[in-house]
Structure formats: structure tokens, C-alpha cells
Nanobody
Framework: QVQLVESGGGLVQAGGSLRLSCAASGLTFISSSMAWFRQTPGKEREFVAAITWKGSIHYEDSVKGRFTISRDNAKNTVYLQMNRLNSEDTAVYYC?????????????????WGQGAQVTVSS
């Protein structure tokens, strides 16, 4: 079965950086597109970034220039490097994937999710 395990969340001051990792198993990672979403209480899950299995990348507008998504196929891991963090980035971050999906900003298109990693940015 597909398992996604996030790590790297934590508390950081505004302007700081964090790197999230998502280790995947139970799927053919090299041919899987991966995405990051985030969610705050009372709000819907929000698209952050995606990287296709061919390496095409998409970002949500508010993180462009600050966040970088990347993947290491040898380690079956996708990363989210987050720089110049601000209080609006505070959320639980989830990685997601779906067999046969090229890329989507719609969380309903994804069947597999990690458990989430809390990111808290203090001002």
C-alpha cells in the first residue's frame, strides 16, 4: 500500500527557513507526480506546489520565489524548501500523490496523503 511520511516541520521565526521531506513507499516513485498542500483550521486544503514525474513544477502564487519543490528518485523522497517564511505560512503541510495523475491543484484528485507536518511561523 502507498505510504507517505512527512518530516521536517517545526517552529521558526518569521523570515526563517524550513525544509519538509516526504518519504514515499508502495508506489513506483520515479513515475509518480507528487504535490504539497497545506491546511489551517476551518479552511480547505490549499495547493502549495507540485512536481511531475518528468520534473515539471507548479507553485501557488503566494509561495513563488520563496518555496522550492524537488525530488530525489533514488531516495523516493520529495522535498519542500521554504524560505522567507511569514505568519501566513503557518499550517499543517501534507504531501500527496495519485496513480496516473499528471498534476492537479485540486486536493480531491489525490487519493494518497501523508499524516501532515505542522509548520508554525512566529512573528
Amino acid at each position: 500500500q502507498v505510504q507517505l511520511v512527512e518530516s521536517g516541520g517545526g517552529l521558526v521565526q518569521a523570515g526563517g527557513s524550513l525544509r519538509l521531506s516526504c518519504a514515499a513507499s508502495g508506489l513506483t516513485f520515479i513515475s509518480s507526480s507528487m504535490a504539497w498542500f497545506r491546511q489551517t483550521p476551518g479552511k480547505e486544503r490549499e495547493f502549495v506546489a507540485a512536481i511531475t514525474w518528468k520534473g515539471s513544477i507548479h507553485y501557488e502564487d503566494s509561495v513563488k520565489g520563496r518555496f522550492t519543490i524537488s525530488r530525489d528518485n533514488a531516495k523516493n523522497t520529495v522535498y519542500l524548501q521554504m524560505n522567507r517564511l511569514n505568519s501566513e505560512d503557518t499550517a499543517v503541510y501534507y504531501c500527496a500523490t495519485q496513480r496516473g495523475l499528471w498534476s492537479s491543484r485540486d486536493p480531491n484528485q489525490y487519493a494518497y496523503w501523508g499524516q501532515g507536518a505542522q509548520v508554525t511561523v512566529s512573528s
